[in-house]
């Protein structure tokens, strides 16, 4: 086995290694990929940094008086409660939902597996919208837990079912031959292994709950995004918005924070040879109709209802609502939007991805945290940011598709990059070296045997980028040129007209676009679970 001394900033030139063989040279300098590496980091901070600059701009005595009103105690409250009452829900039916597909007899297991993911592929403002539709006298905080709940519950359940895949039942069997009944077992030894699985999954439905705009602003429902896309459309990137962007933001990082915490340091990783044992599924007995009464009820209020009212406004509305003139433009531009950000986030993915793999050091752990803190502002911010930055700088590109892909590009990075980094991973160099050493250029070697391997992978992180954007409204809102419609802002155009019945076909298409990616998501949790 050969061992690669060069740095991360420096390339290698062909020296040979102990068996006589040419060392692996990159199909491109490692310095170059560095570099890009950088820009993008660098680029992925611009948000940050209008945060920052605005509220420097400010000056300390406006900023105190700005933050510390009434008004940001009553969003911040209206945060903080949303936020305390929907993820302790989530983790109850993400939790729940998982163990009883995983771990117990349910009869159905492997439909009820797909059904409880298929919530996700329902944008939370439709299903404010059905909501809404069922009871139009929906608001509130109690109106927010439940759109919340319903919408985002299974960002906990994916995550939780995949683990739960993963984990050696011989070490719950152990706990059960020393006594442990079943509730013990799950309880004692189960849940820690969920750990990170679980806080992952807060994770998401919290920074979810901070972006979320159209699902609570059809309810009526005051947050900081809210309160944020007010100030700008009354008085367009005013200091007041921009003081809650920074709060939104200083909010974020301390989910951020709190997530990285709660981790702890305790090891969960299966050490030795073999093979797992298999699970022995923990027989229901008379808690099987409970069981399969608790999911129906689950699923019929996450999927059932959205649809159901998003199928009877169509009906309601007639032939008249399919009038191509004007859903086909929304759906050409977002198809091509979707596929354009998805090819493009997929493409600046990549040297960060390389260098994680390929040439792992802390200093590209730093480039690629950068992303993941970025991603994790809410869009209404990263919109801003944009906002801010083009009219100042370049008011040339202000409003035009470029910058509208690039706030695209920097919200779902990550979701390209931990596939782009998996497929690497899988794509073993010793491959790229028998090549070279055939003769075959660097580059060439690169493109037939690298990207061969890693294409699945960046294949299924454009489409889970694909996803994203399709369902994206608060940035494109804020960014998209004149003229632009996408069936995320012609939704949100009808139904705030309270035309439901002109907005059911968009809703109708978005969960139909959504659907196979949501599938393709799932199926890549249960692929890595192993099975």
């Not at 984990?167 to 069997?173: G, N, R, T, V, Y």
């Not at 750990?195 to 602003?217: D, K, P, Q």
């Not at 608790?294 to 159901?308: Q, Y």
């Not at 980094?421 to 160099?429: F, I, M, T, Y």
């Amino acid at each position: 086995m050969t061992t690669d001394l060069s740095s991360p900033g420096t390339t290698d030139t062909g020296s040979t290694t102990a068996g006589g063989g040419k060392r692996l040279r990159p199909p491109f300098g490692v310095s170059a990929v560095s570099l890009l590496a950088v820009l993008i980091a660098l680029f992925s901070l611009i948000p940050l940094g209008y945060v920052a600059y605005m509220t420097v701009a400010t000056g300390w005595d406006t900023a105190v008086e700005l933050i510390f009103r009434p008004r940001v105690g009553e969003l911040l409250l209206n945060t903080v409660m949303l936020t305390v009452i929907t993820v302790p829900l989530c983790l109850v039916l993400g939790a729940g939902g998982a163990w009883l597909v995983e771990r117990t007899t349910l009869r159905g297991h492997r439909w009820w597996a797909v059904a409880l993911a298929a919530p996700l592929a329902i944008p939370a403002f439709v299903n404010s919208y059905s909501w809404v539709s069922a009871i139009p006298s929906l608001e509130g905080i109690w109106s927010g837990v439940l759109i919340a709940t319903l919408s985002y519950f299974p960002l906990v359940y994916i995550p939780a079912a995949a683990a739960l895949g993963r984990l050696d039942p011989a070490i719950e069997q152990s706990a059960a031959s020393l006594g442990l009944g079943p509730w013990a077992v799950f309880f004692r030894v189960v849940l820690p292994q969920l750990r990170i699985a679980l806080t992952g999954g807060a994770l998401l439905v919290s920074l979810h709950l901070l972006a979320e705009y159209g699902a609570f602003a059809m309810i009526r429902f005051d947050t900081f995004t809210t309160a944020i896309m007010v100030q700008f459309q009354s008085t367009f990137n005013g200091t007041a918005g921009n003081m809650l962007a920074s709060v939104l933001v200083f909010l974020c990082l301390i989910l951020l924070l709190a997530e990285v915490k709660s981790r702890g340091t305790a090891r969960y990783a299966r050490i030795g040879s073999g093979a797992p044992a298999k699970a022995t599924r923990l027989p229901l007995r008379h808690y099987q109709l409970p069981a399969q009464l608790s999911l129906t009820a689950v699923t019929v209020l996450a999927f059932g209802v959205p649809v159901w009212f998003v199928l009877r406004w169509i009906i309601a509305g007639g032939t008249e609502v399919w009038a191509a003139d004007e859903f086909l433009p929304a759906l050409l531009q977002t198809l091509m939007y979707g596929a354009v950000g998805a090819a493009v986030t997929t493409v600046v993915a990549f040297p960060m991805a390389y260098l994680a793999v390929r040439r792992p050091s802390g200093f590209s752990k730093l480039l690629e945290l950068s992303n993941y803190v970025t991603s994790s502002l809410p869009g209404i911010v990263v919109g801003l940011a944009f906002v801010t930055v083009t009219i100042r700088a370049v008011p040339g590109i202000y409003q035009t598709a470029g910058v509208l892909v690039a706030a695209y590009v920097l919200l779902f990075l990550p979701r390209a990059l931990v596939n782009l980094r998996s497929g690497l991973a899988q794509a073993p160099k010793e491959l790229d070296e028998a090549a070279q050493s055939l003769g075959k250029a660097p580059l060439t070697s690169f493109v037939r045997v690298t990207l061969r391997l890693t294409a699945p992978a960046a294949a299924g992180g454009a489409a889970l980028v694909f996803l994203a954007i399709v369902n994206e409204l608060t940035a494109t809102l804020l960014l998209s040129p004149n003229g632009t419609r996408t069936l995320a802002t012609e939704f949100w155009s009808k139904s705030s007209e309270i035309d439901y019945s002109g907005a059911a076909p968009y809703a109708l298409l978005m969960i139909l676009l959504s659907a196979p990616m949501t599938y393709l998501l799932f199926q890549q949790s249960k692929k890595v679970a192993g099975q």
